[in-house]
């Protein structure tokens, strides 16, 4: 490959000098014509060589990536280094291809659930930020991606079997989250750390959707606000989140931030930072004093330190609450039993990392232009030697500082996020300065001279957030590619609006220095975090087993064969029930005519008999807003109310074979008499 670039790049430098950009439309036949044709430089050609997957050639994707799909609540699955988009996961949003929230049983029990946890309003929408995988010592596994919800404080788990969506529940005791996902060394739980502090019960504590009030003042807010550190439990048996194996430690109402769970060195202990520890004044309750005013007041705001396997002890030892169906350590049991501290970090900080070695957690600084990183080695002698500075109001160990720091390194305005190689580097985003900074890490991460100090920068465009390495914030990363999620895309795409698209870059970090090399425009606002999995730990099912129901993987209770189809017509608890057995397989649904009366529950177990690849059919039912994906070998449930009569022409919506368009029944429903 870097022949081939040589020589075309080679062959190309001498007709690039004296060329237009409107060369005239002419027969382009040889390699270098098309290179004058369209005006790239060597280096543009070069890049589409280092990321161009030919027609046919899906190989070549070494790493996939999973991104949060943002404000849309979903997730991108995305190829690199080519940057296409192979899939788009209904996560928290219903999705009419993938039948997910359109009729099919599963999927309308998860929304029925939130509804029921959320009396409010049930959101269809999301503001998912950061996906991570499961771990097996503390490396990316590859069988399960989980992800958070900030605006609707939820917690999704999705089986990268099948890419769809398991389980998503909102978290108790929490109105949002942003410090999640993040998943402990073994899977033991995932991690969601609560953003806004919310109220809690006066008297019984926790947090309850639409039903917990208290009077907003500056005394309530400190007095009777928390957030939480919450350890979600999910049952990969039953695909489920189990809150009954789940805990929660409750914390001062800061505005806790990202988190981060180490590995290695930093085994057992998770972070979070936080903002806001200046909490809330009357003159901010009156009008007086903007929120972003006094909330920049403290030279420090505190890094969260948690000993979460300590706390997992304890609630085995019985010193946790109940409360809204999760085991709750309250904040004075937190402190009494020694499982939080704060460490002091520079003001408003963003983004908390863990280098490959467990050894450091680097932390973004967003209004300082330093990275400061923390020794775990020395964090834990302090804590050891139970050396603290004091404590904050609430009487949680504050320990210094220059006691744990390792390192502060002067990398630029608005440092937000690190992600790290397999050579001893960190790489940081700059917000404002629009760049990413590559620096040396410090013993053992890189173990050459000049640790702590800058290397290389990038020019981004622009405002880059968070930079995804493959397999980051693990002890496996590959020092290959990066890409930066910037937030603003301002002249990178041809203009379609004053909404313009984000900006995934790809950068080329194989060299001394990094190079960006391709623009990827992501019509949906705004994914924050994404990340990236060597491609051949995906194992994902090309055709389910015949029968196969998606919510256990087992074969589903009402699979059948062609020719087993059939319709039945019974009473249920003093109700009517249509129930049928249905097969799609190219290019009729059986039964094609299905006969019941207004009022009639209509009960659907349709089977895709299709044994093939890609073989996938989608049943609508129109006037009734049905629609389902039925894949080769799955059987789906779809249940709903005749509410209305008529006669409604059912059909596949995949143009799967030549007579798709005959493939269609009628729902006759006769009205009641
Ligand atoms: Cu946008 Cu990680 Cu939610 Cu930073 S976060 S950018
Ligand atoms: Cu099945 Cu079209």
Redesign the pocket.
Known sequence: MAGVAGLAVGGALGYIAGMGARAPAQVVTGFDDILRARGLTPDEARAALQTFVPPGRPELDEFIMISSGGHSGQILVIGIPSMRLLKVVSVNTPEPWQGWGYGETGSMEIFRRLKEAVPPKIFFGGDT??PDFDRRDAKYVGEWAFIGD?LGGQAAAISLKDFKTKDVIKIPNVQTI?GGAFTTPNTEYVVYVSQYPAPRDPQRGGYKPGKTYVKLTAENYKRYFRGAMTFLYFDRENMRWDLTKSFQIELPPYVQ??ASVGWGPSDGIAFCNSFGTELVSTDVLDGKVPFEVWWGRNEYDYLHVVLWRKAEELVRQGKAEEINGIKVIRLETAIKEGILYFVPEPKSP??NDITPSGRYNVI?GKLSPMVTVIDVEKLKRAIADRKFAGTDDYGVPIIRLEDVMAAQIEAGLGP??NEFDERGHGYV?L?IDNKVVKYNLGPPDYTGDKPWTVVDKVDIHYNV??IATPESNSPDPVGKWLVA?N?WAVDRFRLVGPLLPQNFQLIDITGEKMRVVYDMPIPLG?P??AKIIRAEKIKALDVYPPGTDMWTFKRHPHAIELGQERVERKQEGGRWVTEVWMTVIRSTIRPWVIRAKQGDIIRLHITNVEKVRDATHDFGVPEYGIQVSINPGETVDVEFEATHPGVYTYYCLEFCSPLHLEMLGFLEIEPAE
């Open positions: 930020h950061h900030k942003h931030d990202l963003h983004g973004g937000l996020h985003s917000f957030g968070h999620l937030k705004e924050h975090y």
